[in-house]
């Protein structure tokens, strides 16, 4: 299952960008280490008790000091409503109640999502200050202080015990994602997948979030497309659609063991994609590139494998994964793309047995020998597949330090070469032995 979302929601300047560092702490360092847009920095995974959830500030959400700040406020809570599991509520108890913080309360309350209200600024665990929240009648609010951690912990066992349960995941299903910008005809994909408009088109406020996957059968195989009412729910929000689409994606990919990254043939291959493709990469999914749009592709017979070459160029580890060039509207090899899942699933289980790992290395070893580290040998003894799902191949050398990256490289393509691995992201381990 893909981790629950806990949005902060409140006025400018009550604490929730200190409370966010607060509670993501060292997690940050997951958050930080993304390039791109600095709303990504708005999002950040949290543990606590065994439980993982991905909090979320929405307050770099609306920046515009030109609307009203009821509106502002309005906007972030009905997206947060939309997206999220469990909402905070942060007031600042220095100020005490504020005139909209009734109002932010009652759209809370009609959502139906579970919120809790949070009384930040409590820098004094003895302060009373918070009492008059219970004014607002929204439960028992919960005094912290962002800026010193005061009851942090409190906090975090709250919030824990409202998410939704996250023992769902059905192991012998194949957990399928179709990532992707928005509009690149995902959800479009989806439905012609499943041969009908099966994805469950919901409102932003108030309802309920039933058939977040989608089980599908194909050839005897159980599939788990993830989060497609997510898909249906993006297309519908105008605001903030980039910065919740990338958190999407991140929990996309987790709950994933396939991804199926969709780009828009008639923009080509962007910087956003190829984001998103290495993070999928990265984390050790499959991961099938899927060209869709074709049919508004002015084209030759060479127009698709030009395609790929330009995205290779890029960035080489495409070459490794299928390229599918499809049209969710007139419905072009669509159904390619679940022959290919299916293919690319049993590539990323694939086990090679040892004594095969080490005929091909031998032979590589054979065609070219390690460069030698200065003043130090360099030999390769021997190498097994450790994992598979995704593969990783380990191989034990006197010197693992000093093998040149272009050498493993050089392994990487061989081994490819030898076994496909085709769509898995397959990793050479070098390690010690004597
Ligand atoms: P945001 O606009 O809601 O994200 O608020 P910020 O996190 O930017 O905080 C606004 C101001 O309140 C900053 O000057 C913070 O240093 C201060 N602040 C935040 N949390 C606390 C707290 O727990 N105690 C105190 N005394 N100040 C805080
Ligand atoms: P999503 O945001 O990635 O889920 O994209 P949608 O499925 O909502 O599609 C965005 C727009 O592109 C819609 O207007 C679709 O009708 C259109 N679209 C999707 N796939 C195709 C396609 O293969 N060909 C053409 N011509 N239009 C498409």
Redesign the pocket.
């Known amino acids: 299952m893909s981790l629950p979302v806990v949005a ?1 929601v ?13 509670l993501v702490g060292q997690h940050q360092a997951i958050v930080s280490e993304e390039a791109g847009t600095t709303r990504d920095r708005h999002f950040g995974r949290v543990e606590w008790n065994g439980r993982s959830f991905w909090l979320v ?1 929405t ?2 959400l609306v920046e515009d000091s030109t609307v009203p700040m009821d509106v502002e406020i309005r906007k972030q809570v009905v997206q947060a409503i939309g997206e999220a599991d469990l909402l905070l509520f ?1 007031a ?1 108890a ?1 100020v005490g109640v504020h005139p909209s913080d009734a109002r932010v309360v009652d759209l809370l309350r009609g959502s139906g999502k579970p919120f809790l209200l949070v009384a ?4 004094n665990p003895q302060s009373s200050d918070f009492y008059e929240f219970y004014r607002l009648n929204a439960g028992d609010p919960i005094p ?5 951690g ?1 009851n942090s912990g409190d906090l975090l066992d709250e919030i824990t015990q409202r998410l939704p349960d996250q023992d769902e995941a059905i192991p012998e299903a194949l957990r399928v994602a179709v990532i992707g910008r928005p509009n690149v005809g995902k959800s479009s994909f989806v439905n012609r997948l499943l041969g009908e408009e099966r994805l469950v088109v919901t409102d932003v406020a108030g309802t309920t979030r039933d058939s977040i996957d989608t089980p599908m059968r194909y050839h005897g195989r159980d599939l788990i497309f993830v989060d497609t009412a997510g898909l249906r729910r993006q297309s519908k929000i105008d605001d903030g659609v980039e910065f919740y689409s990338s958190l999407r994606t991140r929990r996309a990919i987790e709950g994933a063991d396939i991804c199926v990254l969709m780009i828009d043939a008639t923009l080509g291959l962007e910087n956003q994609d190829l984001k998103i493709a290495t993070l999928a990469w990265e984390a050790g999914r499959g991961l099938i590139m899927v060209v869709n749009k074709w049919d508004l592709k002015e084209k030759d017979g060479k127009t698709a494998d030009k395609f790929k070459k330009e995205a290779i160029e890029k960035v080489p580890y495409l070459a490794f994964v299928p390229w599918i060039f499809t049209s969710a509207l007139t419905g072009q090899r669509v159904t390619r793309v679940l022959e290919t899942i299916v293919e690319v699933e049993s590539e990323w289980r694939k086990r090679i047995p040892t004594s095969q790992v080490n005929e091909t290395l031998e032979s590589l070893v054979q065609r070219l020998q390690p460069p030698q580290a200065a003043g130090r040998e360099v030999r390769l003894l021997y190498g097994t597949q450790v994992t598979a799902a995704p593969p990783t191949i380990a191989i034990f050398g006197n010197n693992p330090d000093a093998v040149a990256e272009h050498y493993i490289r050089y392994l990487h393509n061989g081994f490819r070469a030898e076994y496909g691995f085709t769509g898995a992201p397959l990793r050479i381990v070098m390690r010690h032995k004597n």
């Open positions: 902060l409140g006025r400018p300047n009550v604490g929730k960008s200190q409370l966010f560092n607060r500030d307050g770099g942060v600042d220095r930040n600024k409590v820098d912290v202080s962002a800026a010193n005061t």
